[in-house]
């Protein structure tokens, strides 16, 4: 007779393979990560993650994901400065987390010579913008922003300066760097510059 499996073990499996395929990326990188590698890091066989994650890449693809979705929250707080504020923070914090320094080394492999990540990987950023697109909406909804702002321009304006500090300057990443990139997402919003017709006074100065 065939043992029953415990309750939950499919998925405490699941979240240690995916915790050790991101422990792999941050110690090797992307070129280098080995299902073998990810299997022993998380105490399983390596017959178990192929069961699941047919390639490599989909197994990465789904840590990258999997991290993202569990440690970027989508805030909504009913104001587009205070949205904004907490989404930059949180952004913020990843970065400098383990698993966020693991997916911005795979994602950026190829700007050093590795083998660069297949576009499933790069679509995790993708898709953590298109999740947050709903700020943007709900504030033009609600009259914070010109109607007709680009909700992705605005959002990727928030990020940019983040994403400098962390991979170019290498300067600190913390609430202040957050508050900033926020405001000036907000402000450049407000004046227009994302396709809405700006708010009186704002593009003038007055």
């Given at each position: 007779m065939s043992p029953v499996p415990s309750p939950g073990r499919g998925e405490k499996v699941r979240t240690a393979v995916l915790a050790a395929t991101l422990d792999e990326l941050g110690a090797h990188g992307y070129a280098a990560l080995t299902v073998d590698n990810v299997a022993r890091r998380a105490g399983?066989?390596?017959?178990?993650?192929?069961?699941?994650?047919p390639d490599r890449d989909g197994l990465i693809a789904d840590?990258?994901?999997?991290?993202?979705?569990s440690e970027i929250s989508i805030p909504d707080t009913g104001s587009i400065e205070t949205d904004l504020r907490a989404l930059a923070r949180t952004l913020v914090v990843w970065i400098d987390s383990p698993s966020g320094r693991a997916?911005?080394?795979?994602?950026?492999?190829?700007?050093?010579?590795?083998?660069r990540p297949p576009d499933s990987i790069r679509h995790v950023f993708?898709?953590?913008?298109?999740?947050?697109?709903?700020?943007?909406d709900k504030a033009m909804d609600r009259g914070e922003l010109p109607r007709g702002t680009d909700p992705a321009r605005m959002l990727k304006t928030l990020a940019a300066p983040i994403y400098m500090r962390a991979l170019?300057?290498?300067?600190?990443?913390?609430?202040?760097?957050?508050?900033?990139?926020?405001r000036l997402a907000l402000t450049a919003a407000r004046a227009g510059l994302f396709g809405g017709d700006p708010e009186p006074g704002v593009a003038s100065g007055a």
């Open positions: 399983v066989h390596k017959t178990t993650v192929y069961r699941r994650w840590a990258l994901s999997d991290s993202v979705d997916i911005l080394a795979a994602a950026l492999s190829d700007a050093v010579g590795l083998p993708r898709d953590r913008i298109r999740r947050a697109l709903p700020i943007v170019i300057t290498h300067e600190p990443l913390d609430e202040a760097a957050a508050d900033a990139a926020a």
